[in-house]
């Protein structure tokens, strides 16, 4: 699995963007997906992530009520909603891919990770 993450880039304290990551190969729908991000300085957080059916979605209590992701198998696409956008959300956004992930939070459950996308959130 081979993934491309878009949609990042500057904006100012309260902006949205969408974030986008298309995913190669057949078995996509097969996979949990999920965002991490890494900023400056910082360990590589967990965001977001979603169950391979989009049933099961899960959050970091930073973005809850602010960030949703969402998937569209046939597009073999994860996007990644994000609202009222803060400067501490500025980072490196990751789209991130797993076979068999039981604990969503941990970056050691994804096999595939995509090359990263630049969010910066201007105060």
């Known amino acids: 699995v081979q993934l491309q993450a878009s949609g990042g880039g500057l904006v100012q304290d309260g902006a949205s963007l969408r974030l986008s990551c298309a995913a190669s190969?057949?078995?996509?729908?097969?996979?949990?997906m999920g965002w991490f991000r890494q900023a400056p300085g910082k360990e590589r957080d967990f965001v977001a992530a979603?169950?391979?059916?989009?049933?099961?979605?899960y959050y970091a209590d930073s973005v809850k009520g602010r960030f949703t992701i969402s998937r569209e198998n046939a597009k073999n696409t994860v996007y990644l909603q994000m609202n009222s956008l803060k400067p501490e959300d500025t980072a490196v956004y990751y789209c991130?891919?797993?076979?068999?992930?039981?604990?969503?939070?941990?970056?050691?459950?994804?096999?595939?990770w995509g090359q990263g996308t630049q969010v910066t959130v201007s105060s």
């Open positions: 190969g057949r078995t996509f729908r097969s996979y949990a």
């Open positions: 991130v891919a797993g076979a068999a992930v039981t604990t969503p939070t941990s970056r050691y459950q994804y096999n595939y």
């Open positions: 979603i169950s391979w059916n989009g049933g099961s979605t």
